[in-house]
């Protein structure tokens, strides 16, 4: 794993004035695997959940960690060929909420692409957002590599169009924390017939990068970390050399490896989610956990936040995670074990306890 903690030092020396201050999940991603003539940055910023009180005025803690996103990430060197957000730019999908956070995202200096997340959606089933940011599934290719964008958090047409009296309270419902009638997320049957048509176009041996805001994997149902039609979706990237799953939704730190796809979470610059105490899926579909984490700390609101560096050689995800309040981590591929692997994951007697006033 040597090469990873040579890309880090790379990227830290070459970053002095992110490094020093950085606490926030900026996501800067090297795709050594595309042409070695241009190699392929970008930077992942996600789940701000931008929430209006009233009028002009918006949760300070969520703005302040996306306006500081934004701003670490245009001083990013080497400067990324493009950023992504990865959806959930707002809480509950207004139009104050959106414009908001579009306002802040259009500081950045770099080409922007959107994800959407289920709180941009289920309020006007993303109408003002599509007005603002364009489809909301789509894909494109650049430098070597096929990039696709999934809208992954559709679900039943009986949840969505039938059992709510009214747009708000179904986005009320759906933006519950911990929420066990929030209906399964899925892609659907008009994506993945779309997504079909696009890979067919793609020679097998092109690296595929694909961002999901739900994680395409089916993972805690209760708190809706899980996608309905996800083994249909593995199943159209199977054929592929090397796929690369990145995805938002779940503010907190998980990998996995299904088949030839590599799963990697990123995390939030709103507030880190704990891991739910009964994970009791499939142990084929059960992704790794790396730091423990709780409930933000309400009297520091960057606590369990965290950004991270991702390099993909030869088609397989690397990330260093940098965590202000707990141990770094590095996950990367071990290709002995064919499957990502924790570099050096602290023993329990060595971490930091997560916060327990809640």
């Not at 910023?45 to 996306?66: E, M, P, Y």
């Not at 104050?96 to 089933?125: C, F, N, Q, W």
């Not at 993945?192 to 067919?200: G, M, P």
């Amino acid at each position: 794993m040597n090469h990873i903690n040579r890309s880090r030092r790379h990227f830290l020396q070459s970053s002095g004035a992110l490094a020093l201050g950085s606490t926030l999940p900026i996501s800067l991603v090297e795709l050594a695997f595309a042409d070695a003539q241009q190699n392929l940055t970008f930077a992942y910023i996600s789940d701000a959940h931008i929430q209006q009180i009233k009028g002009s005025r918006f949760v300070r803690n969520w703005d302040r960690g996306l306006i500081r996103a934004v701003a670490e990430t245009n001083l990013l060197n080497p400067k990324p060929d493009f950023v992504m957000f990865g959806g959930d730019l707002a809480q509950l999908g207004s139009m104050p909420e959106l414009d908001h956070g579009a306002e802040i995202l259009s500081v950045l200096k770099y080409k922007t692409r959107y994800v959407m997340g289920e709180h941009d959606y289920y309020l006007d089933l993303g109408a003002y957002w599509e007005k603002l940011f364009g489809s909301q599934y789509y894909s494109f290719d650049h430098k070597g590599v096929h990039f696709i964008v999934l809208n992954s958090i559709r679900t039943y047409d009986d949840w969505t169009y039938h059992r709510w009296p009214t747009a708000e309270q179904r986005m009320l419902e759906m933006a519950g924390l911990d929420n066990p009638n929030g209906s399964p997320f899925m892609v659907g049957d008009e994506q993945r017939q779309w997504l079909k048509k696009d890979l067919a176009k793609i020679p097998k041996t092109t690296p595929i990068v694909v961002f999901s805001h739900s994680p395409l994997q089916k993972i805690y149902k209760g708190w809706n970390f899980w996608t309905e039609d996800a083994e249909q979706i593995q199943a159209l990237l199977k054929p592929f050399n090397k796929v690369s799953v990145i995805y938002g939704h779940v503010h907190q730190i998980q990998y996995n490896q299904i088949g030839n796809i590599s799963f990697h979470s990123v995390m939030a610059t709103a507030w880190p989610w704990p891991y739910p105490s009964t994970y009791a899926q499939a142990e084929q579909y059960l992704p790794k956990l790396t730091v423990p984490m709780n409930r933000a700390d309400p009297f520091f609101e960057r606590d369990a936040t965290g950004w991270q560096f991702i390099n993909v050689a030869n088609g397989h995800v690397d990330l260093n995670y940098l965590l202000p309040e707990n141990t770094d981590r590095s996950v990367g591929f071990d290709k002995a074990a064919k499957k990502p692997v924790d570099a050096e994951y602290q023993s329990e007697g060595a971490r930091i306890p997560p916060q327990s006033h809640f």
